[in-house]
């Protein structure tokens, strides 16, 4: 009512942050991606398939010749570190979503003999030209 904008003008005034950033805070950033495991159906595969498709992932199939962008492995294979007595059990079981992490040293920019994927120097996403790949 009335006495909203007079309340809301002396609030403005004087903006005093309950919580501050400590001036020790990281400055930089790491982009990353969240999967909801407990949403993720195990046998599905639909989003593998599609981040495949749309980053022109090849399939081979020969086993030692996959290459992979984002796939799924038991919890205690990929957080070994990770076990403890408060890890929920249905979740101990289920497996986990394994993707890029835009490593700081990207082993697959190393390798790339076309240097189509790269990391970019401005945010570190490691990246793909698709016109420099070799299907």
Known sequence: GLGAKPAWDALAANPSPK??????????????MVVDMGKCRE?????????HRVHNVPDFRNFKDEIKWIWKEPLKAVFPEQEHHYLDEPLKEKPVMVLCNHCDHPPCVRVCPTKATFKRPEDGIVMMDYHRCIP
């Open 43 to 51: 046998e599905c595969r639909d989003c593998l398939e599609a981040c």
């Open 19 to 32: 919580f501050a950033k400590s001036p020790e805070a990281l400055k930089g950033k790491r982009w990353a």
